[in-house]
């Protein structure tokens, strides 16, 4: 499976961006998903995450703010980021964790949040 992100790009505060990562080569529908990111200097953390049952969880820091979603029939995780702040800068991944074989990365999207 391969995961290619979409969506970033330079926003004001208080502006909205969609993230998508589309899947490729299986279906994602049994899969625990999630988004990442990673700041300049910084480790990278977890953002959101979505489970194979549909269970959703949140960063603190995020809450309220944004939403995860994945529509199995487009193969494809959403970020939907709303109230965004100058913190929130950063290249954004996501992920696919498997059982077998590990956890696969997509290639980043940068976002970035003006003040």
């Known amino acids: 499976v391969q995961l290619q992100a979409s969506g970033g790009g330079l926003v004001q505060a208080g502006g909205s961006l969609r993230l998508s990562c589309t899947a490729s080569?299986?279906?994602?529908?049994?899969?625990?998903m999630g988004w990442y990111r990673q700041a300049p200097g910084k480790q990278r953390e977890l953002v959101a995450a979505f489970a194979s049952t549909g269970t959703t969880n949140y960063a603190d820091s995020v809450k309220g703010r944004f939403t995860i979603s994945r529509d199995n029939a487009k193969n494809t995780l959403y970020l939907q980021m709303d109230s965004l702040k100058p913190e929130d800068t950063a290249v954004y991944f996501c992920?696919?964790?498997?059982?077998?074989?590990?956890?696969?990365w997509g290639q980043g999207t940068q976002v970035t949040v003006s003040s």
């Open positions: 080569g299986r279906s994602v529908s049994t899969y625990n």
């Open positions: 992920n696919l964790q498997r059982i077998v074989g590990g956890t696969v």
